[in-house]
């Protein structure tokens, strides 16, 4: 049996960032009290400062405490310091008991609301997890058995027949290969997902260079599509970005299989960019674009299979977009795409801050 200690009940918790929230907020009040009062106002000026104190308070911090604390800290400060008689608590004082009431009740309402806000928001984030684990196990279990039985009926082929001429069994034991590294892909794309966990704060983020990112996933794309041209463009300026390199890479390795396998691209652009506070990474191509039809859902993992050349019909871009928007959402960024003039363009941003370019 375990037992919940009493700090740490979700209606009062306890925490450094929500002290010094408050600290922070009831010194500034006191301090403007101070400039109002030497600048000649009059009782009563006071009063308003501490109830926007005690909304601010309420607001940014979790639970009750800090409001609750904002509370008796304010009525005494307005009480003691800066209601005449100066310096002294007069519980006598007819404005006492309603400005009591009007900050505990600024802050109950105030919190509630917060609380309740927060739910809404943790509980919006959930569905679009669940909605995202739907999509994605909707997408395996329908894209994973073409492949899998193409093994079996290649390799069986090739076992049960061996009048098959050395050229037939290359070409069967191929299309094996192919669609193990397919299948491969696929579980990259499963394993990125368990790695980013259910929230934002579970990606391991360290700064990286992007550069080297890019040109790490570049290398392995030109290794398992040698005809595809690829490059990669980068500022002189080293930039660091906060982000997972492995969840990063799996999102450009699925952007430049895209462009490859789908859009039929001859050459493919890698480009990094810096953009205020953000990192943005482009992959362009020259291929057949993306059908207007799907450009609306086109990261929802709803997308059904369209028929590759050789008329299988097993490759689905909508599982690896799928999982390339969870990865980006997970580091905090945005991912867009578009068609161009030939070609389709896909580019996501991640967020930096100025001291992470270095020249």
Same mark, same amino acid.
């Given at each position: 049996?375990?037992?919940?200690?009493?700090?740490?009940?979700?209606?009062?918790?306890?925490?450094?960032?929500?002290?010094?929230?408050?600290?922070?907020?009831?010194?500034?009040? #006191?301090?403007?009290?101070?400039?109002?009062?030497?600048?000649?106002?009059?009782?009563?000026?006071?009063?308003?400062?501490?109830?926007?104190?005690? !909304?601010?308070?309420?607001?940014?911090?979790?639970?009750?405490?800090?409001?609750?604390?904002?509370?008796?800290?304010?009525?005494?400060?307005?009480?003691?310091?800066?209601?005449?008689?100066?310096?002294?608590?007069?519980?006598?004082?007819?404005?006492?008991?309603?400005?009591?009431?009007?900050?505990? %009740?600024?802050?109950?309402?105030?919190?509630?609301?917060?609380?309740?806000?927060?739910? /809404?928001?943790?509980?919006?984030?959930?569905?679009?997890?669940?909605?995202?684990?739907?999509?994605?196990?909707?997408?395996?279990?329908?894209?994973?058995?073409?492949?899998?039985?193409?093994?079996?009926?290649?390799?069986?082929?090739?076992?049960?027949?061996?009048?098959?001429?050395?050229?037939? /069994?290359?070409?069967?034991?191929?299309?094996?290969?192919?669609?193990?590294?397919?299948?491969?892909?696929? #579980?990259?794309? !499963?394993?990125?997902?368990?790695? %980013?966990?259910?929230?934002?704060?579970?990606?391991?983020?360290?700064? &990286?260079?992007? &550069?080297? #990112?890019?040109?790490?996933?570049?290398?392995?794309?030109r290794r398992r599509f040698p005809l595809v041209n690829v490059t990669v463009s980068a500022?002189?300026?080293?930039?660091?970005?906060?982000?997972?390199?492995?969840?990063?890479?799996?999102?450009?390795?699925?952007?430049?299989?895209?462009?490859?396998?789908?859009?039929?691209?001859?050459?493919?652009?890698?480009?990094?960019?810096? &953009?205020?506070?953000?990192?943005?990474?482009?992959?362009?191509?020259?291929?057949?674009?993306?059908?207007?039809?799907?450009?609306?859902?086109?990261?929802?993992?709803?997308?059904?299979?369209?028929?590759?050349?050789?008329?299988?019909?097993?490759?689905?871009?909508?599982?690896?977009?799928?999982?390339?928007?969870?990865?980006?959402?997970?580091?905090?960024?945005?991912?867009?795409?578009?068609?161009?003039?030939?070609?389709?363009?896909?580019?996501?941003?991640?967020?930096?801050?100025? #001291?992470?370019?270095?020249?």
């Amino acid at each position: 049996m375990t037992f919940r200690k009493p700090w740490a009940s979700p209606l009062f918790p306890v925490s450094r960032r929500d002290f010094l929230i408050t600290t922070a907020i009831l010194l500034c009040a #006191v301090g403007l009290c101070f400039i109002l009062w030497l600048a000649g106002s009059t009782d009563g000026f006071a009063a308003p400062v501490f109830v926007l104190a005690v !909304l601010l308070i309420s607001r940014l911090t979790r639970g009750y405490l800090y409001g609750s604390i904002s509370v008796i800290l304010g009525v005494v400060f307005v009480n003691f310091i800066f209601t005449y008689p100066y310096w002294a608590i007069d519980f006598q004082n007819p404005g006492y008991p309603i400005t009591f009431f009007t900050l505990l %009740m600024i802050s109950l309402i105030t919190s509630t609301l917060t609380a309740q806000a927060k739910r /809404q928001a943790s509980l919006l984030a959930e569905n679009e997890r669940e909605k995202m684990r739907a999509n994605l196990l909707r997408s395996v279990s329908h894209d994973i058995r073409t492949p899998l039985t193409s093994i079996v009926g290649s390799t069986s082929a090739v076992l049960e027949n061996p009048g098959l001429s050395a050229q037939e /069994q290359r070409a069967l034991l191929e299309n094996a290969r192919e669609e193990a590294q397919w299948l491969i892909r696929v #579980v990259e794309n !499963l394993l990125s997902i368990t790695r %980013m966990g259910d929230a934002q704060d579970r990606i391991a983020k360290e700064p &990286e260079p992007a &550069e080297e #990112v890019l040109g790490a996933a570049a290398q392995k794309f030109r290794r398992r599509f040698p005809l595809v041209n690829v490059t990669v463009s980068a500022p002189e300026e080293l930039l660091m970005v906060p982000m997972d390199p492995i969840l990063i890479e799996q999102v450009l390795a699925n952007l430049l299989e895209n462009a490859a396998v789908h859009g039929g691209a001859a050459n493919v652009s890698l480009v990094l960019e810096a &953009e205020g506070d953000s990192a943005r990474i482009t992959v362009r191509d020259d291929g057949r674009g993306i059908p207007r039809r799907e450009l609306d859902g086109l990261f929802d993992g709803r997308l059904k299979s369209r028929r590759s050349p050789d008329g299988d019909g097993k490759r689905n871009m909508g599982l690896g977009l799928s999982v390339c928007r969870a990865i980006v959402l997970a580091h905090g960024g945005t991912i867009t795409a578009k068609n161009l003039a030939q070609g389709a363009e896909f580019s996501f941003r991640l967020p930096i801050s100025a #001291v992470e370019v270095l020249t």
